[in-house]
């Protein structure tokens, strides 16, 4: 069974920049959220996709977008690079059908400094 | 509003004791309640849950308790191991509307030999 895995692990960007990170779901999940977990905070949920839809969204401005491929792939996109956004980016995978205890599987992350 | 706290960032006992790890929440709208552990350079695991209906879990060494009424979560580690050093998330998760988890600012554990 193939886990979460993300790319890149680390990358730095200058103010007004775009990014791209990318997430590979773990095998059997239809489910992809992303979480910014900002130094010495907890993560904070980002947005989730569900069948190639946004299927919620926390309180990040829509320069934070992101898509799900058929494959359940998933890309998170940052445009407008602020010094704020420097963080670790973390994806999330999970099953609909098993999300009854809420529980997600988390890859390593990606840590994005911005500069 | 900050609707999940984990007021102590660092706790540190000696193996073979038992470490408590709290969390405090601020509304009842909450339907499973979660424990992740994170080590450096790694994703948060998922550790243990509880439901909203149960006021304990229990799985091996760790067991975690319910308090609705105090709105309070521990976690109960016991005996504590070194390899247990690492940072521990609490999580909710909302009973209706978007099912994201809200994680706590988290707290540092360690372990010593």
Same mark, same amino acid.
């Given at each position: ?19 791209? @990170?990318?997430?590979? !779901? ?6 992809? !959220?992303?979480?910014?977990? +900002? ?33 359940? !792939? ?5 445009? +407008? ?5 420097? +963080? @670790?980016?973390?994806? +999330? ?18 840590? @994005?400094?911005?500069? | ?9 660092? #706790? ?12 405090? $929440? ?9 424990? $992740? &552990? &994170? ?8 550790? =243990?849950? =509880? ?14 308790? #319910?308090? &609705?009424?105090?709105?309070? #979560?521990? #976690? ?21 509307? /978007? /099912? ?7 707290? /540092? ?5």
């Amino acid at each position: 069974e193939t886990g979460v895995t993300q790319s890149p692990t680390h990358l730095i960007k200058t103010r007004g920049q775009q990014v791209t @990170l990318r997430c590979s !779901s773990q095998s059997g999940h239809n489910t992809v !959220s992303w979480y910014q977990q +900002a130094l010495g905070q907890g993560p904070q949920f980002i947005f989730q996709y569900y069948r190639e839809e946004e299927n919620g969204r926390g309180n990040f401005p829509p320069r934070f977008s992101g898509l799900q491929f058929p494959n359940y !792939s998933s890309e998170l996109n940052v445009n +407008a690079l602020e010094l704020d956004d420097s +963080a @670790l980016y973390l994806c +999330a995978s999970s099953s609909i059908g098993g999300e009854n205890t809420g529980e997600l599987f988390f890859g390593e992350g990606s840590r @994005l400094t911005v500069l | 509003d900050q609707q999940v706290k984990q007021n102590s960032p660092s #706790l540190s006992v000696q193996e073979g004791r038992i470490s408590i790890l709290n969390c405090d $929440y601020t509304n009842s709208m909450f339907d499973y309640f979660l424990w $992740y &552990k &994170k080590y450096p350079a790694e994703g948060p695991t998922f550790l =243990i849950s =509880i439901s909203s209906i149960k006021d304990k879990n229990e799985d091996g060494r760790f067991t975690v308790f #319910l308090n &609705k009424s105090a709105k309070h #979560l521990s #976690l109960h580690i016991v005996p504590s191991q070194p390899g247990d050093s690492a940072v521990y998330f609490c999580a909710v998760r909302r009973e209706t509307g /978007r /099912r994201a988890l809200t994680f706590g600012s988290g707290t /540092r554990l360690q372990v010593q030999p």
